[in-house]
């Protein structure tokens, strides 16, 4: 399903400049006073969540929620946002990296999060709600078994065999500039012999048949379990922090303030080894994220 | 002056990044050109064998398998491929040529029953061999076809070239996906806009061609004496 | 020469389309194959060059079964020219012509010798036409360059499948006149398929004529006329014969019997005039006609004396107005019944536009009816001396 991204990426591409064009002075219309639309990115983590949002709030109030999947990537989420196409989406504290407002360096979790809401809400008009309680960042994974026979415990011990390793990245990794390929190799001091910048689906597929050898993975992405793969400590602290949070347009919040008080009661509820059970459980059991994320609400009486 | 701002970041963009733009550009070009070639090679010799007989089940099959291809999620397709063909240019070489066959050879198809049975009659009656005849007649005369069938495959099998930056490829889709991904649009922007002017060019390139091997032919009914 | 023996041919589907041919076609002779459509005559023709090949019996050329032969070399040994031409659109004339010496791998200095020779030879000049495409030519040139195409290689068997038909007729007449040039020197053995009955007599040495399947009668063409084997026969000669000139001899117009300057006078001639002028032309009647060549009446020499006396009256004064007048372009048919009908001596015929151009008399009709019975029987000699 996933692929679809590449077929309409002509589409995106072009829904991408048009919301450039017309960007500035944040968009109108939509979002009447009963109805609200959750954006998510086209990975199954956002999906899930939304699920959730979608499930509290019609639970608790009269509003219809309507979800839009699959959005190429967080830029484009924001700039739906802002918008107003969406009103509602799952974002993640790193996003600041991605130069939308000029920000202070640092990699404090607590900081970058004071950041992200305080930037958010001045240039873009969004509250950004506090975190579940997890973090999606990304992390260098190995083979089980490679990271048996040269040692590897952290991502400094790879630099003595980073040459002959094959990395496999996401997409956009390479071209990221605070916590990309660049800084890093100057941040560690290394670079490996081969990269391949990748949907990251296929990564793990590649790492499974020993096509790459190391894999940047996203901490709470189940295929690191599915495949067996080996977490390597970022010991120097270079990858920033990546709390996820819901966020919502300030002035539909201010419209349906009801919504605040059902989403909020996922703030600091969701730990990372939950939110990578759920994702297995749709990526891996191929199950529904509707179905998941309602069984996650039962089971912790947030839903009847 | 927010324009001109922008077109200033633009052009230092480019001074920054021609190097990386010229090999995205170049492994686009090559991708699509090795699938289209390898798609052509193929589908031709195909669509030539189905055109000269009637075994209705072989025809079934044939397009049956083309549509398959067709019609198999790129990222399903390339998933399948990397046990086989591994990561990088090669599977995405092989996914793009399979997309390839098909329309390729409906054209060459379409072309070789274009021509007139009476034709084939004639030569066949004056002593054309099989091959000699889809060579020296029906080859000829379905070119158009074929080369339109070409033009057409081309330019959008340039465009699904982007799905190449899924499996490690590069070409100029890793512009424009990582841009997505990292907020920046002068990747988009330069991705895109070098993808279409590829398609134009190559349309224009093989327009030109085709119009070479096939003017003399075409200057039909233009003067018409009468005994 | 070309022989058939007991051949058959049914389709997969059981149709029948050769029942038992029989059939020698002799060297040097233009053999017509002739019938209704689905008869089996261009069946039996493609069976010769073995683009159909027979469900049983043989066919041999000059007794060699061709059975046993490679139906490509087969091929290039027999000239062939189809209906619809069939020249091939991409390759210039020259390229056409040349086709089958190319498949020989003749010399190209032959080839093209050649070439110009044949173009010469159906009067199209090589230096205009060798580097035309077909598209660029008439119709009628088309079909020559499809007849010298077959002979190129100068084969001594031509199979000609309709192959003028789809021609005007005045191109087609002279193809066939061209055809029958060509074949006075080159004495190949053709055999010419076509549903023409005027195009087979006049270019048949022998003519096969073949219904359902099987042949119904075989022979020159005088044999036939005369003798035709059935009602069939009979049928399709008379039918052919009838549609290509029966409203020409048998169906005359008003405006073949009349006579063009029959005696008139115009209406302000005196009374004496006329006399006069009927003791000239030696009739009994005047038609008047006016300034504008309009027809305003009729005086017979009774009416005239009748009022002799009277010196200051004129014609117009005595003349009977016209109750019939015939049309040109009418049927004689017509115009006989309506002069049996009113008792008429005569009648006027006259243009769309009223202006009189002659007269029909019983006289006319009588020696015309004389003039046809007459050329009717030297015509059909003629056709048996074809």
């Known amino acids: 399903m996933r692929n679809r991204k590449f077929v309409a990426l002509t589409a995106v591409l072009s829904l991408s400049l048009a919301l450039s064009a017309c960007g500035g002075k944040g968009g109108s219309g939509g979002g009447s006073s009963t109805s609200l639309t959750i954006g998510t990115q086209t990975y199954t983590e956002p999906k899930i969540l939304a699920e959730m949002y979608k499930a509290l709030i019609e639970d608790r109030t009269d509003i219809s929620v309507k979800i839009l999947p699959d959005l190429a990537a967080s830029p484009i989420v924001i700039k739906s946002m802002k918008s107003n196409e969406i009103q509602m989406a799952t974002l993640y504290t790193g996003e600041i990296f991605n130069g939308h407002f000029k920000i202070e360096d640092t990699k404090d979790r607590a900081e970058v999060l004071r950041q992200a809401q305080e930037g958010f809400d001045k240039n873009f008009g969004f509250h950004w709600f506090d975190p579940f309680g997890f973090e999606n960042t990304y992390a260098f994974t190995v083979r089980k078994e490679l990271a048996d026979q040269y040692n590897l415990k952290t991502v400094s011990d790879l630099a003595a065999h980073a040459k002959d390793l094959k990395l496999g990245v996401d997409t956009s990794w390479l071209e990221r500039d605070n916590d990309g390929y660049r800084a890093f190799s100057k941040f560690y001091g290394f670079k490996f012999g081969d990269t391949f910048p990748m949907e990251i689906s296929l990564v793990y597929q590649a790492v499974a048949d020993k096509k790459v050898d190391v894999v940047l993975a996203y901490t709470t992405d189940p295929g690191i379990k599915q495949y067996n793969l080996q977490t390597l400590e970022d010991d120097k602290q270079f990858f920033p922090p990546y709390d996820a949070s819901a966020v919502i347009r300030n002035d539909t919040l201010e419209k349906m303030p009801e919504i605040g008080d059902a989403v909020s009661l996922l703030v600091g509820k969701i730990d990372a080894g939950t939110m990578t059970t759920l994702n297995y459980e749709v990526d891996v059991n191929k199950r529904e994220p509707r179905e998941v994320a309602v069984e996650y609400l039962k089971q912790n009486g947030l839903l009847k | 002056m927010l324009r001109s701002d922008w077109l200033a970041n633009y052009a230092d963009f480019w001074r920054d990044r021609y190097a990386d733009i010229g090999t995205a550009a170049l492994e686009h070009l090559t991708i699509s050109a090795t699938a289209i070639a390898l798609g052509s090679l193929v589908a031709i010799p195909l669509g030539m064998l189905l055109a000269s007989n009637r075994i209705r089940w072989l025809h079934t099959l044939v397009f049956t398998i083309a549509n398959i291809f067709q019609t198999v999620p790129s990222l399903a397709l390339l998933a399948i491929l990397i046990p086989l063909l591994g990561i990088g240019v090669k599977p995405a070489i092989f996914a793009l040529f399979l997309y390839a066959i098909l329309p390729i050879l409906r054209n060459t198809y379409a072309g070789f029953s274009s021509v007139d049975p009476a034709l084939v009659e004639s030569a066949k009656g004056m002593g054309y061999g099989t091959v000699q005849r889809l060579l020296a007649i029906q080859f000829p005369l379905a070119f158009p076809y074929i080369m339109s069938g070409i033009r057409m495959t081309t330019v959008y099998i340039i465009s699904w070239t982007t799905l190449a930056s899924l499996i490690g490829a590069g070409g100029l889709g890793q512009l424009i996906v990582s841009g997505m991904g990292v907020n920046k649009e002068e990747l988009i922007v330069t991705g895109a806009l070098a993808a279409i002017v590829l398609a134009l060019v190559a349309d224009r390139l093989l327009g030109a061609l085709e119009k070479r091997f096939t003017r003399k032919a075409r200057t039909v009914t233009r003067e018409t004496s009468y005994v | ?386």
């Open chain 3, 1 to 386: 020469m070309i022989q058939f023996t007991e051949v058959k041919k049914t389709y997969d589907d059981g149709r029948e389309v050769l029942k038992n041919i029989n059939l020698e076609i002799q060297a040097g002779e233009i053999t017509v194959l002739i019938g209704p459509s689905g008869c089996g005559k261009t069946t039996t023709m493609k069976l010769i060059n073995r683009l159909i090949s027979p469900t049983a019996g043989q066919i041999r050329i000059d007794g060699e079964d061709i059975a046993k032969s490679d139906p490509v070399r087969l091929r290039r040994k027999i000239g062939y020219v189809i209906q619809n031409i069939g020249l091939f659109p991409h390759m210039t004339i020259a390229r056409n012509v040349a086709v089958v010496p190319r498949l020989l791998k003749w010399d190209r200095q032959a080839t093209d010798r050649r070439v110009d020779e044949l173009l010469a030879l159906v009067g199209l000049d090589p230096a205009i036409y060798r580097n035309r495409y077909p598209a660029e030519l008439s119709g009628g040139q088309q079909q020559r360059i499809g007849v010298i195409r077959a002979l190129a290689a100068d084969p001594d068997i031509i199979l000609m499948d309709e192959p003028f038909s789809a021609l005007d007729p005045i191109s087609r007449e002279q193809l066939q006149n061209e055809l029958i040039r060509l074949q006075q020197e080159l004495r190949k053995t053709i055999v010419f398929v076509t549903h023409d009955m005027d195009e087979a007599i006049k270019l048949g040495d022998t003519i096969v004529l073949m219904r359902d399947g099987a042949i119904v009668q075989t022979g020159k063409p005088e044999q036939i006329l005369r003798h035709p084997a059935n009602d069939f026969v009979k049928s399709f000669i008379g039918k052919k014969r009838m549609a290509g000139e029966q409203t020409a001899e048998e169906l005359p117009t008003v405006d073949e019997v009349m006579v063009e300057h029959p005696a008139t006078a115009s209406p302000t001639r005196g009374l004496a005039e006329a006399v006069k002028m009927m003791e000239k032309r030696r009739v009994d009647s005047l038609l008047i006609v006016d300034k504008n060549n309009r027809l305003q009446g009729t005086v017979s020499i009774y009416r005239v004396l009748d009022q002799f006396g009277e010196e200051s009256k004129t014609v117009a004064d005595v003349m009977k107005p016209v109750e019939h007048v015939v049309q040109t372009g009418t049927s004689l048919s017509v115009a006989l019944q309506l002069m049996s009908e009113h008792q008429l001596s005569n009648l006027a015929v006259v243009r769309e536009d009223g202006q009189f151009v002659g007269l029909i008399t019983r006289g006319t009709v009588v020696s015309h009816m004389a003039g046809m019975y007459a050329s009717d029987r030297t015509g059909e000699s003629n056709h048996v001396a074809v």
